[in-house]
C-alpha cells in the first residue's frame, strides 16, 4: 500500500511554544490530507482537511488559528500547534489517499505524532 | 451522514479461540466499510475493505468481515486468535471520496 510518514514521533514542548508536524506520502501524490486527534482510549477525531494549494477545512469546534495547516506541495502537509498548551497534549495523525490504480480511496495513516506540552 | 457503532469496548479471547468484533454502520449511500488495525502509538493500518464488490472480505493476518446490508453490519472475523493480535481495532465507513467516520474503536486482548 501507499505510504505516509509523519515527523516527528515524539515531542514535548513547553507551555506557550509552537511546535510543527510533517506529514508527507512518499510514493504518491495526495491533493488531499487529512489530520486526526486521538485522545487516550478514545477514537479519532477529524480536525480538518488540508487541500493542496488552498486554504484548510476544519471541523467544528476546532481553533483554526490554533491549529494551522499548510499544504504547500502534493506531497507535503504541516500542522503547527501554536502557543501550545498541556491540554493540546494529544496523538496526532495524518491521513492520505491514494487514487491511483486499483485503490479505492481508503486511507493511509502516519506513523502518529504525539505531542506533550509541559 | 454516516456513522458507525462499534459493540464492546473491550473483546478478551484466548489464543486460538475465535475472534468477533462487532460493527454497525447506518449510511444514506452504498458505503464504503474499513477495518483498521492499531498498535499502541502507531498510526493506524488497513486490515482490509468493502467496495461494493464480493460482500465477503478477505484482508490481512487472517482476517476477514462479511457485509450484510440487511443487518447493515460488517462484523470482523479471525477463526483462530494469535498473541500478535491484540491491538485496538476501529471499523470505518465512507461515502467514498469525503469524510471517513470511525468507530470508538474495540480493544482486542489476547490470553495465553
Known amino acids: 500500500g501507499a505510504v505516509v510518514s509523519q515527523h516527528p514521533s515524539w515531542v514535548i514542548c513547553k507551555s506557550g511554544t509552537s511546535v510543527k508536524i510533517e506529514c508527507r506520502s512518499l510514493?504518491?501524490?495526495?491533493?488531499?490530507m487529512f489530520w486526526y486527534r486521538q485522545f487516550p482510549k478514545q477514537s479519532l477525531m477529524l480536525m480538518a482537511t488540508s487541500n493542496e494549494g488552498s486554504k484548510a477545512t476544519y471541523e467544528q469546534g476546532v481553533e483554526k488559528d490554533k491549529f494551522l495547516i499548510n499544504h504547500a506541495s502534493l506531497t507535503l502537509s504541516t500542522l503547527t500547534v501554536t502557543s501550545a498548551h498541556p491540554e493540546d497534549s494529544s496523538f496526532y495523525i495524518c491521513s492520505a489517499r491514494d487514487l491511483r490504480g486499483s485503490n479505492t480511496g481508503e486511507l493511509f495513516f502516519g506513523e502518529g505524532s504525539r505531542l506533550t506540552v509541559l | 451522514a454516516q456513522s458507525v457503532t462499534q459493540l464492546g469496548s473491550h473483546v478478551s479471547v484466548s489464543e486460538g479461540a475465535l475472534v468477533l468484533l462487532r460493527c454497525n454502520y447506518s449510511s444514506s449511500v452504498p458505503p464504503y466499510l474499513f477495518w483498521y488495525v492499531q498498535y499502541p502509538n502507531q498510526g493506524l493500518q488497513l486490515l482490509l475493505k468493502y467496495t461494493s464488490a464480493a460482500t465477503l472480505v478477505k484482508g490481512i493476518n487472517g482476517f476477514e468481515a462479511e457485509f450484510k446490508k440487511s443487518e447493515t453490519s460488517f462484523h470482523l472475523t479471525k477463526p483462530s486468535a494469535h498473541m500478535s493480535d491484540a491491538a485496538e481495532y476501529f471499523c470505518?465507513?465512507?461515502?467514498?471520496?469525503?469524510?471517513?467516520?470511525f468507530g470508538s474503536g474495540t480493544k482486542l486482548n489476547v490470553k495465553p
Open positions: 510514493d504518491f501524490q495526495a491533493t488531499t
Open positions: 470505518a465507513v465512507s461515502d467514498g471520496f469525503n469524510k471517513f467516520y
